[in-house]
């Protein structure tokens, strides 16, 4: 079960990988990073960074929390 979630999960993130923040799903998620630390990163304000963050969320969730992927994923 494992192997498949990793599966669906390189999956979604390969569905937003050519986004222009993909980057801020690592910095936050994988590294940790504040929101002030990505904004710097990003040269932006922190609410841009809140903002595309929730955007990005939202389109993977769309992607991870199908009923599809639920099925694949238990199958």
Known sequence: ITKRYIAVIDDALSKI???????LIRLRYFEGKTREEIAEY???DVAT???NKNRLINILKIH?????VIKEIFS
């Open 17 to 23: 990988s050519n986004d222009k923040y993909y980057d």
């Open 42 to 44: 990003f040269d932006v």
């Open 49 to 51: 960074v809140s903002r």
């Open 64 to 68: 991870l929390f199908s009923d599809e």
